[in-house]
């Protein structure tokens, strides 16, 4: 079993940045990748930034392409996205999730953190 534990959100102005953390726990040498993702309100969660835990590839999705940035601290298990020039539709629950092998979907998940965006 893997625990993950986000910290790091809060209230931000449009164009700011915020900094999250994830705090892996528990049988963490079974993970392969971890991902932020992220549900708005009435919206469909989405993929943020993927990492993949032995190679450190990373992958993002456009809409954050170039401004955030996702990092593995593997010796301290932290996952983290920096996150810059915030924009209001960014205001979301932010998720960390783990996919350990053998799993065909992300299969730990922690609490989420909220991210709101002001104009």
């Known amino acids: 079993q893997v625990q993950l534990v986000e910290s790091g959100g809060g209230s931000v102005q449009s164009g700011g940045s915020l900094r999250l953390s994830c705090a892996a726990s528990?049988?963490?040498?079974?993970?392969?990748?971890m991902a932020w993702f992220r549900q708005a309100p009435g919206k469909q969660r989405e993929v943020v930034a993927v990492?993949?835990?032995?190679?450190?590839?990373?992958g993002y999705a456009y809409s954050v392409k170039g401004r955030f940035t996702i990092s593995l601290d593997n010796a301290k298990n932290t996952l983290s996205l920096q996150m810059n020039s915030l924009k209001p539709e960014e205001t979301a629950m932010y998720y960390c999730?783990?996919?350990?092998?053998?799993?065909?979907?992300?299969?730990?998940w922690g609490q989420g953190t909220q991210v709101t965006v002001s104009e």
């Open positions: 990492i993949n835990r032995g190679t450190a590839g990373t």
């Open positions: 528990g049988a963490t040498d079974s993970i392969v990748y």
């Open positions: 999730a783990a996919q350990s092998y053998g799993a065909s979907v992300y299969n730990y």
